[in-house]
């Protein structure tokens, strides 16, 4: 259902499973299994899969905190998008990749839940996607001793926020990584 025209194609996002951001985060193995079970499913079906690649003075290019974990491997003609900030749209040549496979659903996994994740999410969204997080495929690290919640909750409750998500001609969902359907904004 986007706003964008013509868009009627879906992408996996995998967004910053670096070492830097998901070493010692919460569930990541079975969080990296999952992304792997839905990026081979996407390949698959010829579905596009799109790497996204954070760096900062914490994770400065081509350090091993910048690297991808190794569980997951890039396949040649896979972009990938460089960026600076948590949306993976903002400064970045996303918008126009997924312009090019005429997509206009993104699927979205990786790290971290309550930074690059949601504003990935709602970037997406505002820029009129349809956006499905697969809500077994993002992961974060603990924070509680800033005060956040446990991990395990802000991953549920990011979940449970963004099923609810709708605007005028476009919707946010959340599923697991076996109900993920790559119909243009929808699941099984």
Known sequence: MTTLPDRPNTAVLVIDMQHGAVDGAHNVDSVIANINTLVARARDEAVPVIWVQHSD???KRDSEAWQYVPELVRRDGEPVVHKN????FEATDLEDLL???AVGHVLVTGAQTDVCVRSTLHGAFTRGYDVT?????HTTEDLTA???PTPAEVVA??????KWQSAPGRRGDTVETAKVSFATGAAD
């Open 57 to 59: 003075d914490g994770m």
């Open 146 to 148: 800033y005060g956040a």
């Open 99 to 101: 312009a090019e496979r």
């Open 85 to 88: 900030y948590g949306d993976s």
């Open 133 to 137: 997080l697969v809500g077994d495929a």
């Open 157 to 162: 409750h990011t979940n449970l926020y963004w």
